[in-house]
C-alpha cells in the first residue's frame, strides 16, 4: 500500500465515520426525506378501498346552506344523534370541540336580553342540557382537544391493562386539554382526542398517536374509542417491551390487535379519498328523514361526525397528496385496524441502516482506493438497486419501512470523496500516460490513420437520410424479472436477430443503444429506394419477432410476448464521424433523427409497432398503410403526420386490405367531422383488420381516445401564425 492510499484510506474512513454518525444523530432533513419516500411508496401502491362499516357524516357547504353557519344550536345536533341512534349506529363520534355553552340556547339568548328577569331565564329550555340527555345512554363519543393553558385533563371512561413494561411514558405527553362542557362529558360514553400530528411540524399526516400521557395516565384518540364504544369492552390492553419500560409495541382493542411505534402511534396506509365515505349532515336531519340507502349505510356502522367545508380550517394532508378533512383520516385510521393492513417501522430499523451505512461505505473507500472507481461505481449502483429493491419489497409484501435513501446518499457521498481523492492524487500519473499514448492504443484509430489520414477529420456532410429507431416495449418490466445476465441474453438474442434484417436490406447500424437500435439509410454509400429498404427492414423484423415469440425463444414460456416498437422517418441530417479527435463514431444527427425517435416513442400511445412519417410514406406507397393521425412531437411547432406499415406490396393489392381502406378512410372523414358513426365504424374497422393483421385490434381500440391527432393540420399552421 502505497503512503497516498493509506491516506486515501484514513480519509475515507474518517467520511464514512461521520456519515454514520450524521445518520444516528438523525437531523431533520433525514427525517424529512424518509417520510417523502414512504410517501411516494403509498402513492405508487396506496390501500384499496373496500366498504368498510365506517362513515362520515359530513358537516359540509352543502348542510351549512341549507341549516346556516356553523356552530348550530345543540337541538339540531341532538335531532343529529337521535337519527343516527335510530338507525343503528355502533358507536358516534364527534370530531367537534364542545367547550363552550351554546350561544343559541334559548337560556342564553334571553339573558343576553337586558331588563329580563333572571327567574324567567331559567326556565327557558337550555341546548346543552337537551343535547346531554340525547347522548346519555348511547354510544356517543366526544373529542377533546390540547391546550397549552391550565392543567386540566379529561376524564377517562376506560381501564387500561399491560403486559410487559409499563409503557405509560411512550406516548405524546399531554399537559392540558380544553374542558368540555361538564354534563356532556359524563353523559358520553367515550372520550378521545381529536389531535392527528401534535407537535409534529410537517403538514402531511403520516402516523397518529392513538394515546397521549401526562405521565401518570393514557388518554385514547377519538378513532380507537370510537371503535372500542362500539365494540361495548371496557378496557384497551397495551403490550410494552418485555426488558423496557416507556416503549409500545401493539394495543389490544377488543377483538383487533393494532402494531403501534414505540410511541404509541398508529402509521397511516390510506386510500384515495373516496366519495362513497361520506354522508351529508343534511341527509341525515333532512325534514323528510333519511332515504334508505343512507339508514342502510349508517346501520351497524362507526359514524365520525365532521366537517370538510373549506372555511371552518380542518383539512389536512395525507401521505398521497390530497387535502382531505381532518375527520376522514380517524375514519381511515378505524378502517385500517378493520382491515388489518398495517404498516410498521420496526426498532431496529434505525440500527440496521446505521450498519448499513458504516458497513458499505468502508467496502466502497476498499473498492475504490485498492481496485477501481468503475468498479466501486458498479458496486455503488448494485447497492443502490438492492437498497431500493429490498426496500420497496419489505413496503410491498411485509408492510414494513425502511428507509433506502440514507445509505445510498451517504454511499455516493464516499464514492464521489473517494474517487475525487485517486483521481487528484492516485491517478495523476497514470493519467500523463494515458494523455501522451492513449490515441495509439485503440486498434480503430491505428486502423483509419494507415488507410486513411483524411479520415481523422471531425465533422460531416448533409444527407437524405431514411432514419430508424426500434425499441423494446416494456424493457424495463421484462429486466426487473430477469437476473442481470438474462436480460444481457435476452438482449442478444433479440437485437442479433433484429439488426441483421437492417444489413440485408442494405442499412447502416448506428448503434445500440441499451434496448433500442438505431440505424440509418442512403449513408455512407447511396442507396436507391432507400425509404422502401428501411420499411422492408421492418416489416421482416416484425416477422422475426412473431417467430422468436411463437418458438419461445426467450426462454419466458408461453404467453409471455416480447413488442417492439418501431419509428421511421425521411429527412435530411449530418452524418459523419462524431466525438473527439481521439475518439469518434461515424454516426448521424439532425433533425430527421430526432424525428424517427420520436415518431418510435409515439407507438405506444398510437397502439401499433411500426410507424413511418409522411415524408417516408411519399417515397413507399406501394406499401400497404393507413393514416394513424398527427401528433405533436416535442421540440416541433406543428403536429406532424404519421402512418401505420400494415404490410408490404401484397398486403396492399389484397382484397382484405382494399376492404379496410375503404372503412379506415371513412373512418378518419367520421373523426375530422366529430361524427356519430365514429364507434360503428370503429367496429367495422377491427372486423376488416382482423383479417389483414392481428396487430391493428389496439390501434383501433385507441383511436377513438385521439380524435385530436385526426383535426386538419392547417388548424395548426393557423394557430402558430396567430401566436
Given at each position: 500500500?502505497?503512503?497516498?492510499?493509506?491516506?486515501?484510506?484514513?480519509?475515507?474512513?474518517?467520511?464514512?465515520?461521520?456519515?454514520?454518525?450524521?445518520?444516528?444523530?438523525?437531523?431533520?432533513?433525514?427525517?424529512?426525506?424518509?417520510?417523502?419516500?414512504?410517501?411516494?411508496?403509498?402513492?405508487?401502491?396506496?390501500?384499496?378501498?373496500?366498504?368498510?362499516?365506517?362513515?362520515?357524516?359530513?358537516?359540509?357547504?352543502?348542510?351549512?346552506?341549507?341549516?346556516?353557519?356553523?356552530?348550530?344550536?345543540?337541538?339540531?345536533?341532538?335531532?343529529?344523534?337521535?337519527?343516527?341512534?335510530?338507525?343503528?349506529?355502533?358507536?358516534?363520534?364527534?370530531?367537534?370541540?364542545?367547550?363552550?355553552?351554546?350561544?343559541?340556547?334559548?337560556?342564553?339568548?334571553?339573558?343576553?336580553?337586558?331588563?329580563?328577569?333572571?327567574?324567567?331565564?331559567?326556565?327557558?329550555?337550555?341546548?346543552?342540557?337537551?343535547?346531554?340527555?340525547?347522548?346519555?345512554?348511547?354510544?356517543?363519543?366526544?373529542?377533546?382537544?390540547?391546550?397549552?393553558?391550565?392543567?386540566?385533563?379529561?376524564?377517562v371512561k376506560a381501564g387500561f391493562a399491560f403486559t410487559g413494561e409499563s409503557p405509560v411514558s411512550a406516548p405524546p405527553f399531554l399537559s392540558a386539554s380544553t374542558p368540555l362542557r361538564p354534563q356532556l362529558e359524563a353523559n358520553a360514553a367515550g372520550l378521545g382526542h381529536i389531535s392527528l400530528n401534535p407537535g409534529n411540524p410537517s403538514p402531511v399526516v403520516r402516523a397518529v398517536p392513538l394515546f397521549l400521557t401526562d405521565g401518570e395516565q393514557l388518554y385514547p384518540n377519538l378513532a380507537?374509542?370510537?371503535?372500542?364504544?362500539?365494540?361495548?369492552?371496557?378496557?384497551?390492553?397495551?403490550?410494552?417491551?418485555?426488558?423496557?419500560?416507556?416503549?409500545?409495541?401493539?394495543?389490544?382493542?377488543?377483538?383487533?390487535?393494532?402494531?403501534?411505534?414505540?410511541?404509541?402511534?398508529?402509521?397511516?396506509?390510506?386510500?384515495?379519498?373516496?366519495?362513497?365515505?361520506?354522508?351529508?349532515?343534511?341527509?341525515?336531519?333532512?325534514?323528510?328523514?333519511?332515504?334508505?340507502?343512507?339508514?342502510?349505510?349508517?346501520?351497524?356502522?362507526?359514524?365520525?361526525?365532521?366537517?370538510?367545508?373549506?372555511?371552518?380550517?380542518?383539512?389536512?394532508?395525507?401521505?398521497?397528496?390530497?387535502?382531505?378533512?381532518?375527520?376522514?383520516?380517524?375514519?381511515?385510521?378505524?378502517?385500517?385496524?378493520?382491515?388489518?393492513?398495517?404498516?410498521?417501522?420496526?426498532?431496529?430499523?434505525?440500527?440496521?441502516?446505521?450498519?448499513?451505512?458504516?458497513?458499505?461505505?468502508?467496502?466502497?473507500?476498499?473498492?475504490?482506493?485498492?481496485?477501481?472507481?468503475?468498479?466501486?461505481?458498479?458496486?455503488?449502483?448494485?447497492?443502490?438497486?438492492?437498497?431500493?429493491?429490498?426496500?420497496?419489497?419489505?413496503?410491498?409484501?411485509?408492510?414494513?419501512?425502511?428507509?433506502?435513501?440514507?445509505?445510498?446518499?451517504?454511499?455516493?457521498?464516499?464514492?464521489?470523496?473517494?474517487?475525487?481523492?485517486?483521481?487528484?492524487?492516485?491517478?495523476?500519473?497514470?493519467?500523463?500516460?494515458?494523455?501522451?499514448?492513449?490515441?495509439?492504443?485503440?486498434?480503430?484509430?491505428?486502423?483509419?490513420?494507415?488507410?486513411?489520414?483524411?479520415?481523422?477529420?471531425?465533422?460531416?456532410?448533409?444527407?437524405?437520410?431514411?432514419?430508424?429507431?426500434?425499441?423494446?416495449?416494456?424493457?424495463?418490466?421484462?429486466?426487473e424479472r430477469l437476473a442481470p445476465a438474462e436480460v444481457v441474453r435476452f438482449l442478444n438474442t433479440l437485437l442479433d436477430a433484429l439488426s441483421r434484417h437492417v444489413v440485408a436490406n442494405e442499412g447502416t447500424l448506428d448503434k445500440f443503444i441499451g434496448d433500442s437500435i438505431m440505424a440509418f439509410w442512403n449513408a455512407p454509400i447511396d442507396v436507391t429506394d432507400h425509404a422502401t429498404k428501411a420499411v422492408r427492414a421492418a416489416l421482416a423484423m416484425r416477422e422475426t419477432l412473431t417467430e422468436?415469440?411463437?418458438?419461445?425463444?426467450?426462454?419466458?414460456?408461453?404467453?409471455?410476448?416480447?413488442?417492439?416498437?418501431?419509428?421511421?422517418?425521411?429527412?435530411?441530417?449530418?452524418?459523419?464521424?462524431?466525438?473527439?479527435?481521439?475518439?469518434?463514431?461515424?454516426?448521424?444527427?439532425?433533425?430527421?433523427?430526432?424525428?424517427?425517435?420520436?415518431?418510435?416513442?409515439?407507438?405506444?400511445?398510437?397502439?401499433?409497432?411500426?410507424?413511418?412519417?409522411?415524408?417516408?410514406?411519399?417515397?413507399?406507397?406501394?406499401?400497404?398503410?393507413?393514416?394513424?393521425?398527427?401528433?405533436?412531437?416535442?421540440?416541433?411547432?406543428?403536429?406532424?403526420?404519421?402512418?401505420?406499415?400494415?404490410?408490404?406490396?401484397?398486403?396492399?393489392?389484397?382484397?382484405?386490405?382494399?376492404?379496410?381502406?375503404?372503412?379506415?378512410?371513412?373512418?378518419?372523414?367520421?373523426?375530422?367531422?366529430?361524427?356519430?358513426?365514429?364507434?360503428?365504424?370503429?367496429?367495422?374497422?377491427?372486423?376488416?383488420?382482423?383479417?389483414?393483421?392481428?396487430?391493428?385490434?389496439?390501434?383501433?381500440?385507441?383511436?377513438?381516445?385521439?380524435?385530436?391527432?385526426?383535426?386538419?393540420?392547417?388548424?395548426?399552421?393557423?394557430?402558430?401564425?396567430?401566436?
Amino acid at each position: 500500500m502505497t503512503r497516498a492510499q493509506q491516506i486515501g484510506v484514513v480519509i475515507g474512513l474518517a467520511i464514512v465515520a461521520a456519515l454514520t454518525m450524521l445518520r444516528a444523530d438523525d437531523p431533520g432533513i433525514f427525517k424529512l426525506i424518509r417520510g417523502v419516500t414512504f410517501d411516494e411508496y403509498q402513492r405508487l401502491v396506496p390501500r384499496s378501498f373496500e366498504p368498510m362499516p365506517v362513515r362520515v357524516v359530513d358537516i359540509d357547504e352543502a348542510s351549512l346552506r341549507e341549516f346556516g353557519q356553523w356552530p348550530w344550536p345543540r337541538d339540531r345536533l341532538v335531532l343529529l344523534v337521535d337519527r343516527l341512534s335510530q338507525m343503528g349506529a355502533a358507536a358516534i363520534a364527534f370530531d367537534v370541540l364542545f367547550a363552550e355553552p351554546d350561544r343559541l340556547s334559548p337560556r342564553n339568548v334571553v339573558r343576553e336580553v337586558a331588563g329580563v328577569d333572571p327567574l324567567l331565564a331559567e326556565k327557558l329550555p337550555d341546548n346543552d342540557e337537551i343535547f346531554a340527555g340525547s347522548i346519555a345512554g348511547k354510544p356517543v363519543v366526544l373529542g377533546f382537544g390540547l391546550s397549552n393553558e391550565g392543567g386540566y385533563r379529561p376524564p377517562v371512561k376506560a381501564g387500561f391493562a399491560f403486559t410487559g413494561e409499563s409503557p405509560v411514558s411512550a406516548p405524546p405527553f399531554l399537559s392540558a386539554s380544553t374542558p368540555l362542557r361538564p354534563q356532556l362529558e359524563a353523559n358520553a360514553a367515550g372520550l378521545g382526542h381529536i389531535s392527528l400530528n401534535p407537535g409534529n411540524p410537517s403538514p402531511v399526516v403520516r402516523a397518529v398517536p392513538l394515546f397521549l400521557t401526562d405521565g401518570e395516565q393514557l388518554y385514547p384518540n377519538l378513532a380507537i374509542e370510537a371503535l372500542r364504544v362500539a365494540q361495548g369492552v371496557s378496557t384497551y390492553v397495551l403490550s410494552g417491551a418485555p426488558d423496557r419500560a416507556g416503549v409500545m409495541t401493539s394495543a389490544k382493542i377488543g377483538d383487533f390487535v393494532v402494531p403501534l411505534t414505540a410511541a404509541g402511534e398508529l402509521w397511516l396506509y390510506v386510500t384515495p379519498d373516496r366519495a362513497e365515505r361520506y354522508i351529508s349532515a343534511r341527509q341525515v336531519i333532512a325534514g323528510a328523514g333519511a332515504s334508505p340507502d343512507v339508514a342502510a349505510a349508517v346501520n351497524g356502522s362507526i359514524i365520525f361526525v365532521g366537517t370538510s367545508a373549506a372555511g371552518l380550517q380542518d383539512i389536512r394532508v395525507t401521505a398521497l397528496g390530497e387535502n382531505v378533512p381532518g375527520v376522514s383520516l380517524h375514519a381511515q385510521a378505524v378502517e385500517q385496524i378493520l382491515s388489518g393492513q398495517f404498516l410498521s417501522r420496526p426498532d431496529w430499523a434505525d440500527g440496521l441502516e446505521i450498519l448499513v451505512i458504516a458497513v458499505l461505505g468502508c467496502l466502497l473507500v476498499v473498492v475504490t482506493t485498492f481496485v477501481s472507481p468503475a468498479v466501486a461505481l458498479i458496486c455503488g449502483l448494485l447497492i443502490t438497486a438492492m437498497a431500493l429493491v429490498a426496500s420497496w419489497l419489505s413496503f410491498l409484501y411485509a408492510g414494513l419501512l425502511f428507509d433506502p435513501l440514507a445509505p445510498i446518499i451517504s454511499g455516493s457521498i464516499t464514492h464521489f470523496a473517494a474517487t475525487s481523492f485517486r483521481i487528484l492524487v492516485i491517478d495523476r500519473e497514470r493519467r500523463a500516460v494515458r494523455r501522451a499514448f492513449g490515441h495509439y492504443l485503440s486498434p480503430s484509430l491505428l486502423h483509419r490513420i494507415e488507410h486513411t489520414r483524411d479520415a481523422l477529420r471531425l465533422g460531416g456532410d448533409d444527407r437524405e437520410l431514411t432514419v430508424m429507431f426500434v425499441d423494446v416495449r416494456n424493457f424495463t418490466e421484462i429486466s426487473e424479472r430477469l437476473a442481470p445476465a438474462e436480460v444481457v441474453r435476452f438482449l442478444n438474442t433479440l437485437l442479433d436477430a433484429l439488426s441483421r434484417h437492417v444489413v440485408a436490406n442494405e442499412g447502416t447500424l448506428d448503434k445500440f443503444i441499451g434496448d433500442s437500435i438505431m440505424a440509418f439509410w442512403n449513408a455512407p454509400i447511396d442507396v436507391t429506394d432507400h425509404a422502401t429498404k428501411a420499411v422492408r427492414a421492418a416489416l421482416a423484423m416484425r416477422e422475426t419477432l412473431t417467430e422468436l415469440n411463437a418458438g419461445d425463444a426467450f426462454g419466458f414460456g408461453p404467453g409471455q410476448q416480447v413488442g417492439i416498437g418501431i419509428g421511421i422517418h425521411t429527412g435530411l441530417a449530418c452524418v459523419g464521424n462524431m466525438g473527439a479527435k481521439t475518439r469518434f463514431n461515424y454516426s448521424a444527427v439532425g433533425d430527421a433523427v430526432n424525428v424517427a425517435a420520436r415518431i418510435e416513442s409515439c407507438c405506444k400511445e398510437v397502439g401499433f409497432d411500426i410507424l413511418i412519417s409522411d415524408s417516408t410514406a411519399k417515397l413507399v406507397q406501394t406499401m400497404a398503410l393507413v393514416e394513424a393521425g398527427a401528433i405533436p412531437l416535442k421540440g416541433k411547432s406543428s403536429r406532424t403526420k404519421i402512418l401505420a406499415v400494415v404490410g408490404n406490396e401484397r398486403v396492399a393489392a389484397s382484397r382484405e386490405f382494399a376492404a379496410l381502406d375503404i372503412v379506415h378512410r371513412q373512418l378518419i372523414q367520421a373523426l375530422h367531422s366529430h361524427s356519430r358513426n365514429t364507434r360503428k365504424l370503429v367496429g367495422t374497422a377491427k372486423l376488416r383488420a382482423a383479417q389483414v393483421i392481428g396487430g391493428l385490434t389496439e390501434f383501433y381500440q385507441r383511436i377513438s381516445a385521439r380524435t385530436d391527432h385526426f383535426r386538419d393540420v392547417s388548424e395548426d399552421i393557423e394557430k402558430n401564425a396567430a401566436d
